[in-house]
């Protein structure tokens, strides 16, 4: 039986909501699963004992949230996030260390720099490979993750020109990316060395890791030889 339109719009839906990705990226056949407290990510494994750390930014944080919590429990010691002003902020099932409602009209504002300057700090403070830091990031984290390297209206100036030109995503993203000590790589130089892993729900076609959130923990060596030069 063919199922009707709504039928199948409501299947399609709940095969990318957040917390079905989380729960489907975590299995015994995947490359990355969790058996008897021990966290398996590709060929390399590493012992869950209290020492994980979450941060997370962008449009699906709270469903992503809630699953890894669900996953990890006690293991974790930390959270950050920043979601968006919408946010239905009684959706989270647990309480995270600190959570910020940010990026009015997903646009990068002060919320955004401060709950960004909380990660950031408490990044720099991780400096065991032992020690964990999952970043989940979805739609919407290049204006909920922002450290920007030239004043704030200079930014919002540069990005609304851009808009108003027709820009794409792909080329807001790699401006911004120039503009943002925490992009391209940025929060991934500050979580080091701490083990990374990044759990990313992409919106942008092609799943372009560079462009999506600008790639916060992306290393990305061509990028930092063009900013270099």
């Not at 010691?77 to 920043?82: W, Y």
């Not at 989270?92 to 709950?115: F, G, H, S």
């Not at 391209?184 to 759990?199: F, M, V």
């Not at 990313?200 to 600008?214: E, K, N, T």
Request: glycine content about 6%; charged content about 15%.
């Amino acid at each position: 039986m063919i199922p009707s339109g709504s039928s199948l719009v409501s299947r399609i839906i709940s095969h990318v909501k957040p917390e079905i990705f989380i729960s489907n990226a975590f299995n015994p056949s995947s490359l990355l699963r969790i058996v008897d407290d021990t966290l398996t990510i590709g060929t390399t494994s590493h012992k869950l004992d209290r020492n994980v750390t979450v941060f997370g930014f962008g449009k699906a944080t709270i469903g992503m949230y809630n699953s890894i919590e669900k996953l990890l429990g006690d293991h974790i010691v930390s959270s950050f996030l920043s979601v968006p002003c919408t946010s239905d902020l009684s959706k989270l099932e647990t309480q995270p260390t600190m959570v910020k409602q940010a990026a009015m009209n997903n646009l990068p504002d002060d919320d955004a720099i401060e709950i960004t300057t909380r990660m950031i700090e408490h990044a720099r403070t991780l400096n065991s490979p032992d020690h964990i830091c999952i970043s989940l990031i979805s739609g919407g984290g290049s204006a909920l993750l922002t450290s920007p390297l030239v004043p704030l209206p200079d930014m919002l100036a540069t990005i609304r020109l851009l808009v108003s030109q027709s820009a794409s995503i792909h080329q807001l993203n790699i401006i911004r990316r120039y503009l943002d000590e925490v992009k391209a790589g940025g929060l991934l130089s500050h979580i080091q060395p701490a083990t990374s892993l990044s759990l990313i729900l992409s919106d942008i076609i092609g799943d372009d890791i560079r462009i999506i959130a600008s790639g916060p923990t992306y290393h990305d060596e061509m990028f930092i030889s063009s900013w270099m030069s």
